[in-house]
């Protein structure tokens, strides 16, 4: 192991680097151990009298701006992932970027997916030294195989938000896809054939990054409101043809499980969150658009109307069922993130009471509060779960970096936070010894809840105490982690890692949780 | 004349204070001519660890949250003018700070009115050194008296947003009254009883400042939307009665000027505009509350009526005229600065084509452009005018420091200026050889309408051209100041003033445009 790979022992128990890509890191301390010091970013000061007194920031292309914009070898661009696997700006870009001749640039989005996948010839040319977000799928294995030139870096959506809120990140050039957008830079994402809801993962790209660039298929005549992407943020506007594949941005309909299994671990959820007294009037949840967690928003919502419950909000990710369950007052609010289907598109555009968030707003750690801990109930997913909680979301039991964190670290500061998980996937047990890759700490997750039974975390006394008497399937992890075994033939096979660190994964608060490590192929 | 009052000669032709409060500023170097180094303000970074989990931050009483947020001696504390001349908390708010035995307050409103009168005291007794910020009526006749023991500094709405921003003003505790908020500090001027519209002049507070406070007289249940401050910013929310008197901060009707002479005025200014050719498919324009202006916005709803031409935009201070040419369909969008009736208030509560806007949007300077150089037409006030067009709108022909500046020095950047003026007021020209003190350059005026003529600024020989065969009474500025002073029996005589200094005024990029001496009472 060279220097470059120094590892530290970190509360998590977990070896990790903290030189990164030649920069300096701190190991994670603990849940709320790490106090920040000093202060936030302070982007360069501008003046009106460099921009046109018109508004009209339009130049003719994405090289145009980038080369407006200063680009050099060694920065940092940013993108969103709003567009999901939808996204053709990000590509455009890195296409433009590989034409200047720019080389060792940082890939800072806050998502890739494997619409991405055309990047891979930029990391493997020494356009992009490395990507620093989520890399679903195809990059992340590109990365699991140990090629990318740098060091991956993970964060969760508020994350990003701390990371570059605290200069931690730099952007240099910040490149926001906007489904609307005018002149003048003012950008939304609910009009335009590209509809994607929200684009409240760019905005601390907006406020911080030295410069920004709106790409657009559809400019409108000043002012394009809502401004989720402020105008006096912009310095340049590019209309493109299209800036995406509708088809893959939103999905016209969501899809609910229709696994015998999964449903009954979505009905298992609701009634233990019943029977722990959380469903009441002004009660509040969280549900991603996953097929368990939207049968769990389904379920839920049947216990609710029957028995007469409205909640104060709930926290989307949005989809035509949390839009149903708006429109039919079942909640006073919807605190949005990002929208799933059309219906989610449609209901933030027209529907007051269907709020657009940010990281800012609803995950960053480093405010002065943010909501994530305000919600009484949180129903997320993992690829494992160990005996004292940890869980893993980043990793597969094969050592593979495939998924990205999202909010879920985020999240896990709810007031309840179930996991509804299955037992096993593919014959391959989820409850496990170690978790490949910690990505949050037991402390956090307070109840699991597969096919086959609910364990809930000792450290709970009060759930432990509410649910003394129900008639649900009690367990403890070791009991469930033994029937797994029982039913797969044993605990899932050790990974074949390499010494080589490919990835690190942050905690909310900046600090480093875990390594990720080369697989061998 | 002592150190303290050196004085530097500006591109206005003024002899200015660079050292003010101890603080260094710089000259007034011509429009445009002051270009901005360095990086904007840098807020402490703040960890969620060390904010209640609840989200609940509230506290018993405003004295409780200043001691929480640190106060000490010569701090800056600021507060916001949206409840107008019915404004209940700076009073109480320094009336804390007097009992908690702290001296030498800067106070940083982003403008006082009459009801403030009592905090004279607390100038007299040095809890406050000075005020920093617009000072309408006593308070500024305090001022000029001498009597304050610091020099005031005026801003524009603008260029109190650039202060804060550009760390050129460090706010150490923001108050900010909201007529509803939730515990979490998400507040708006929307609802409740002290309802005011928006609080758009408080948001750089609530960015920048070290500690930030809401109070509010009505607390609703998370989520207070729309979150026009953001309880992310916040650090603890006061619950008092009332924080204002509702009938003097919104009015349930907004007067229109009966003076013959203003109507005649206001009709000449919209017969200007539609002859030159502005007033057409698409365009915007920005009037204020007061009676000519009013009337200026009525004459032109109904040229826009007769002709069948809609307005893209107008900029408020929104009032039930606006507000009705809203819901007619002559305009697609209010963008408000502030709502001065109740009509205003419903309307942005109600109408999403209502938008509320900031100074960060519509008037900082040093921003990557601003909404005021979009406007195609504006008109605005004055106190006096020069021969060659500069203005004066803080001060009155005897010296003293009566107004505050507002959005007007920003407003100058419109695409065309507008100043429609009485030729004399009690008897006193406002046609003056120098102003008392200047607040907008000439070259940003273009033309002055009067009852008895209108001057188009030689600089703008477009106009000039335009209006050639118009039947409008066009003359020269020299030919109407003539005419006022054989009315009026000579020009005002010359303002009683002493050496000291009382206050700066800034121009819109922080550069000092003007000062202003105290006055032989």
Redesign the interface.
């Known amino acids: 192991m060279d220097e470059k790979n120094k590892l530290v022992s970190n509360a998590a128990g977990r070896e990790v680097l903290i030189e990164i890509n030649g920069e300096e890191h701190s190991p994670y301390k603990g ?25 009209d ?1 339009r130049v003719e292309s994405i090289k145009e701006a980038l080369k407006r914009s200063g680009l050099r070898d060694g920065m940092t661009i940013s993108t969103h992932h709003h567009l999901r696997n939808g996204d053709y700006v990000a590509n455009m870009v890195f296409d433009a970027v590989a034409e200047l001749g720019i080389k060792n640039v940082r890939w800072f989005p806050s998502a890739s997916f494997p619409i991405h996948t055309p990047i891979i010839k930029h990391l493997e040319s020494g356009v992009i030294h490395h990507i620093e977000g989520s890399m679903n799928g195809p990059l992340g294995d590109f990365a699991s195989s140990g090629k990318m030139k740098g060091i991956g870096i993970l964060r969760s959506h508020g994350g990003r938000y701390q990371a570059i ?2 200069g931690e990140v730099h952007i240099d050039i910040a490149v926001i896809s906007a489904p609307a957008a005018d002149s ?2 003012n950008a939304n994402g609910v009009r335009g054939k590209a509809a994607c809801g929200l684009l409240g993962f760019a905005l601390a790209d907006s406020q911080y990054a030295d410069k ?1 660039i709106i790409v657009t298929d559809n400019i409108e ?3 394009c ?3 989720q992407i ?6 340049h506007v590019v209309e493109v043809d299209s800036i995406g594949d509708p088809e893959k941005i939103v999905s016209g309909t969501t899809k609910l499980t229709k696994s015998p299994d999964r449903l009954l671990i979505a009905e298992l959820a609701v009634q233990f969150a019943l029977e722990a007294g959380i469903i009441k009037d ?1 009660f509040s949840f969280q549900a991603g658009a996953g097929g368990t967690s939207l049968a769990f928003t389904i379920f839920l919502g049947n216990i609710m109307r029957e028995n007469k419950i409205k909640a ?2 709930i926290r989307g990710g949005s989809t035509t069922y949390l839009t149903s369950m708006l429109e039919e007052g079942l909640t006073d ?1 919807i ?1 949005d993130g990002q929208t799933f289907d059309l219906d989610g598109v449609r209901s933030m555009r027209d529907n ?2 269907h ?1 657009n968030t940010s990281p ?2 609803s995950y ?8 994530a ?2 919600l009484d109930v949180v129903v997320l997913g993992a690829t494992e779960v160990d005996l004292n909680f940890n869980a893993n979301v980043v990793t597969h039991s094969d050592g593979k970096l495939l998924h990205g964190i999202g909010g879920w670290q985020n999240c896990l ?1 709810g ?1 309840t936070v179930i996991l509804p998980l299955p037992l096993f996937r593919n014959r391959i047990p989820v409850i496990v010894d170690k978790v490949t890759t910690i990505t949050g700490p037991g402390e956090l997750i307070d109840v699991i809840v597969t096919e086959r039974g609910i364990a809930i975390n000792p450290r709970r006394t009060d759930l432990i105490k509410k649910l003394s008497g129900s008639k649900l399937p009690l367990r403890t992890l070791e009991e469930l982690k033994a029937e797994a075994e029982k039913i797969c033939g044993g605990a899932p096979e050790k990974p074949q890692l390499m010494d080589n660190v490919i990835a690190a994964i942050k905690w909310v ?1 900046g600090t480093v949780i875990d390594i990720v490590r080369q697989v061998k192929y």
């Not at 960053?364 to 909501?371: D, L, T």
């Open positions: 849940v709320g151990k790490h106090i920040p010091e000093g202060n936030k970013a302070a982007p360069k000061i501008n003046s009106c009298s460099q921009f046109p007194d018109s508004g920031k809120q605290d003048f830079g920004t005549p000043f002012p409101i809502p401004w402020q105008g006096n943020y912009v310095d002004g104060r909000f609010y605190l007051p009471n709020q800012f707003t960053n750690y480093h405010g002065k509060g943010n909501f801990s305000m500061f007031k608060d």
